[in-house]
Structures are given as C-alpha cells and as structure tokens.
C-alpha cells in the first residue's frame, strides 16, 4: 500500500514524476515510478537528469523522519551517482535508500535503482547535513520597517 510522507505534500516535481512511495521510514525508503515518453532523452532511454531526481527523492524521503515536528531538515550537502545501465519507457524504476553513516547533523546515504526486475540502473550516495527549517525561522525585519509600523 502506498505510503505518504509529509516533504511530498508540497513537492510538484516528485508529483509530477509520478513517484509511489512504497516506503518511507527514518534511514530507510523505498519508492518507485514508471518512466513516461517526456522522461526521456534523445536517444530514447531514461535521461540521467530523472533518474537523478528520483534517487534524490528517496535520499529525501531517507533523510527526513516522517514523524519529525518540522524544527529541522536534511538537505543534500553533496551527492555522487554512477549510470550503470539504462532504462526505457513503460519500466518502472524502483529505488532504495538506507542510511550507512550518522554523526551529529552529518549522514550519508546509498540509494540503489533498479528496474522492477532487478537490473541495476544506478547507484547514488548522498550526503546530508540537518539544519534548522528555514520556513520556520523568523521574518527579520529592517529598521526602516520597524519605523514605519
């Protein structure tokens, strides 16, 4: 059964991917989606750019802990991503992500993606750093402002 996870409510471009969470725990997910036409590049296989993507959201979804109260996030600090075969229009892509390394608000992370019948398509790792959530900080005002109110 699908799950849900709070970082997709408003996140268009996993939206628009098409992307199924399959699962989505802290240090662990799992997700997949089937690549359409527009999802690939002039020679007709998966463009590298959306199996990026799609590794890069389940890095995300890895990363952020569903049941956290919002006061932080985990952002990329940095990733590396090997191509190792490709994929066509009507596969679907299925990724795993499992977090290998923590250390204060330092991790990283391997994301795995395959095709739905196991063939290795690329292998992704990223690296995390948690930071306070920006939408939750406060709106500094400038001096001028302050005056004027």
Same mark, same amino acid.
């Given at each position: 059964m699908p799950q849900e996870h709070p970082i997709l409510a408003g996140d268009h471009t996993s939206r628009w991917m098409g992307i199924e969470v399959d699962r989505a725990d802290y240090g662990h997910a799992q997700i997949r989606m089937?690549?359409?036409e527009e999802m690939l590049n002039g020679f007709g296989i998966a463009h590298g750019g959306m199996i990026f993507a799609f590794a890069d959201t389940?890095?995300?979804?890895a990363c952020n802990d569903p049941a956290g109260d919002g006061s932080t996030i985990t952002v990329a600090a940095g990733v590396d991503?090997?191509?190792i075969s490709s994929a066509r229009r009507g596969q679907t892509l299925v990724a795993v992500g499992t977090v290998r390394a923590q250390a204060g608000r330092s991790g990283v992370?391997? /994301?795995?993606?395959?095709?739905?019948?196991? #063939? *290795?398509?690329?292998?992704?790792?990223?690296?995390?750093r948690t /930071?306070?959530?920006?939408?939750?900080?406060? #709106? *500094?005002?400038?001096?001028?402002?302050?005056?004027?109110?």
């Open positions: 089937t690549l359409r389940c890095f995300a979804l991503i090997n191509f992370y391997d /994301i795995r993606v395959t095709t739905d019948d196991d #063939v *290795l398509v690329a292998e992704f790792r990223g690296r995390s /930071i306070p959530n920006p939408a939750r900080k406060p #709106v *500094l005002q400038s001096a001028q402002q302050s005056e004027e109110a």
